[in-house]
T-cell receptor
Framework: RKEVEQDPGPFNVPEGATVAFNCTYSNSASQSFFWYRQDCRKEPKLLMSVYSSGNEDGRFTAQLNRASQYISLLIRDSKLSDSATYLCVVNLGGSNYKLTFGKGTLLTVNP | DAGVIQSPRHEVTEMGQEVTLRCKPISGHDYLFWYRQTMMRGLELLIYFNNNVPIDDSGMPEDRFSAKMPNASFSTLKIQPSEPRDSAVYFC????????????FGSGTRLTVV
C-alpha cells in the first residue's frame, strides 16, 4: 500500500452537488490527519484537521476510520469557489513530525 | 503576521549553475520544512529543521542539494550544480511545536533549469 493514497480524479460536478473524497494511509500508528486545499499555482492551505470522532465545518465534513486506515472529506452544496485540488495529509507515526501528502484529487465545480 | 516568505518567486537558470532558495518562517515557529512539488511525484519532503537543527534529511535527493538554517528566521535550500530534472516548485513551510495543527506554507519558488 502506498503511504498516502487518493483517487486522482478529476472530479467534475455541477454547482450544488455533494462530492466525496477518499484517502487511505499505510501506517496504523498514524496520529494526525488533515485535508489541505491547493488552488492552481498556489501553495497548499489547511482546510481542516480530521478528528477521531469526525468533524464538520460548514459544508465540509471529515471522517476518520482507524480500523480501515481511511479518511474522507465530504463537500455539500458545492460552489464554484470549491474548485481546487484537495490533498489528504497524514503524520505516518513514530517520533517524527513529518507530514506526508497524498498527490491530491482535482475538483472542478461547473456552473 | 506576514506568513512564510519565500524568495525568489520564480527562478530560471542554466544547467550547472548554483541556485539558492530562501525562506523566512513565521515568527515563533520552531519547525521548518522544505518540500518539492512536481506533477509526477506530488509534494515530497526534502528536509526539516527543529529549532534550527536539521532533524531528517532523508528526502534530499542527492549531494547536489543542501539546506541550512543559520537562525530562527532564515533558511536556505541550495542546489549545486542544478540539472533540468530539478525543475519543480519548492515550498517552505513552518509550524509551532508539533504537526498536530498542520503547517503553513510559503508561496513557493518555481524553479526552471534549462
Amino acid at each position: 500500500r502506498k503511504e498516502v493514497e487518493q483517487d486522482p480524479g478529476p472530479f467534475n460536478v455541477p454547482e450544488g452537488a455533494t462530492v466525496a473524497f477518499n484517502c487511505t494511509y499505510s501506517n496504523s500508528a498514524s496520529q494526525s490527519f488533515f485535508w489541505y486545499r491547493q488552488d492552481c499555482r498556489k501553495e497548499p492551505k489547511l482546510l481542516m484537521s480530521v478528528y477521531s470522532s469526525g468533524n464538520e465545518d460548514g459544508r465540509f465534513t471529515a471522517q476518520l476510520n482507524r480500523a480501515s486506515q481511511y479518511i474522507s472529506l465530504l463537500i455539500r452544496d458545492s460552489k464554484l469557489s470549491d474548485s481546487a485540488t484537495y490533498l489528504c495529509v497524514v503524520n505516518l507515526g513514530g517520533s517524527n513530525y513529518k507530514l506526508t501528502f497524498g498527490k491530491g484529487t482535482l475538483l472542478t465545480v461547473n456552473p | 503576521d506576514a506568513g512564510v516568505i519565500q524568495s525568489p518567486r520564480h527562478e530560471v537558470t542554466e544547467m550547472g549553475q548554483e541556485v539558492t532558495l530562501r525562506c523566512k518562517p513565521i515568527s515563533g515557529h520552531d519547525y521548518l520544512f522544505w518540500y518539492r512539488q512536481t506533477m509526477m511525484r506530488g509534494l515530497e519532503l526534502l528536509i526539516y529543521f527543529n529549532n534550527n537543527v536539521p532533524i531528517d534529511d532523508s528526502g534530499m535527493p542527492e549531494d547536489r542539494f543542501s539546506a541550512k538554517m543559520p537562525n530562527a528566521s532564515f533558511s536556505t535550500l541550495k542546489i549545486q550544480p542544478s540539472e533540468p530534472r530539478d525543475s519543480a516548485v519548492y515550498f517552505c513551510a513552518s509550524s509551532f511545536r508539533t504537526e498536530r495543527y498542520g503547517y503553513t506554507f510559503g508561496s513557493g519558488t518555481r524553479l526552471t533549469v534549462v
